[in-house]
């Protein structure tokens, strides 16, 4: 083992006495020659080279499952622009955070009022099979008190004179629309008249309008984008219904069955312009940047 002091780097001797393996007391090892020639792999060269055969077929084998890995991971959309670049994207720019919870890291999405932020909404980082575990904070549980299920917001400060609001099933499509039309491009600021919610599952809608209402835009136009299933459907005769009176135009975007939209942008990628291009086609005509 090594010890590092004063920048260099020595020697620390763990045996008792401070002997060295190699001499006692200052005199050679008692250990012959013809042993130590023996022993030598340069005797065996038939060994020597099967022992560095095997060894190369080792390496070979794990380099293979490696890159049957990436290659599964790489044809994984999720993988690769979710977590690699949307996520990250929207962390650079002090969106979201990455704390560790329970040892394990997280995406957190912090959630607010129209005052200020009150808690946060988590879920890990790591990719498995089925629903994720999201982690609500504060919750009874574990602070005493509880988070009620407001929405995650990008664009806040832009809602009460706010022309577009965006408003999507879940805080990771919320991420998804916004880096997909290019709002969160290294450098730009965020479009004025422009608000993007996150609903945090499908029947947590009656949030936004409870706790937004005092700041409610006089004439905006709402692009609502659920997911593609019993929850989402619902979306058209309830939240629709309820947001219809207070919009100045209203759009529900049904997506294919059984998507949200951050499947639908992972299997058909678009352009910025082509992003713009789509909310002009929906029937909105406000103008962003």
Known sequence: MFEFSGGTTKAADDRPNGRNDFATNGHASTQSGNECQKNS?????QQGIAAIDTLLQFA???LVELGKELVNRLHDPRFVSMVFRTMHQARGQGLIGRPRLNGEPHWAFPVQNPVMQVGFHARPVAI????PKWTYRPSTKQDGASTPALPYVLGA????TACLVVITEG????IAWAAAIGWLRPGQPWPPGVTVFGIPGGTNWGSLRKHWTPLWPKAAEFLLIPDADEAGRAWKTG???QLRPHALNLKVWALPDGQDFSDFYQAQPLS?????????CLGL?????
């Open 285 to 289: 005509t406000a103008i962003i940047s």
């Open 239 to 241: 939240f629709a219904a």
């Open 60 to 62: 070979l084998g794990a």
């Open 128 to 131: 498995t099979a089925g629903r």
């Open 171 to 174: 805080q990771w499509d919320a």
């Open 41 to 45: 792999p340069q005797q065996h060269p």
């Open 272 to 280: 910025c312009a082509e992003m713009a291009d789509l909310i002009e």
């Open 157 to 160: 400060q832009e809602f009460p």
